[in-house]
């Protein structure tokens, strides 16, 4: 209930503080490349449930290729390249915070073909508390996309050396889980994007 309430107390707030900011990247999306401002996806929340993750767009429409995006990307748009560097593509998902499908801090929410290679008694722990817009994880690997784009195998390395470093810093963080520990996983987060 505390974290509820500290979301909404955050999240009411900081939509207010961003309407222009999200109004000036959706005239630039639109202006950069055709297609709509949002992209959704499903991923899977707390307790199993799908939901829709809502992203400022980054990429060019009816394109194709992996789920993950290594390196330069050639689907990315040139105004997605500088939204994804500070994290500003993620901004919508204060809506999904205020619909209630997601918390500001807590276990970044996969795909579902990813969620299934969780084993089971792991995936129940990682998936009993709200998924979240930033964690342990999302700042250990905010270049990740880099970090796969020398692999001979990117999805194959995710799978086998990212993904079960991402779900030791989930339980970490659910066994850990305060409200003073997301101010300070929020903190750190801030201090990340902005300065490296």
Known sequence: MKKRIFDICCVIPSLILFVPIFILIALWIKLDSHGPIFFLQTRIGQFGKPFKIIKFRTMYVNNEGPKLTIGYDTRITKCGYFLRQYKLDELPQ????LRGEMS?????????EYVELYPDGIKEYV??????????????????????????????DYVEKILPLKLAYHQQYVRDQSVYLDIRLIFRTLKRILFS
């Open 104 to 112: 500001i801090v807590g276990p970044r929410p996969e795909v579902p």
């Open 94 to 97: 204060l809506i999904n915070v």
């Open 127 to 156: 998936l009993s508390v709200p998924v979240g817009i930033t964690d342990y994880a999302s700042i250990e690997f905010r270049n990740e996309s880099e970090m796969l784009a020398t692999s001979q195998r990117p999805e194959a």
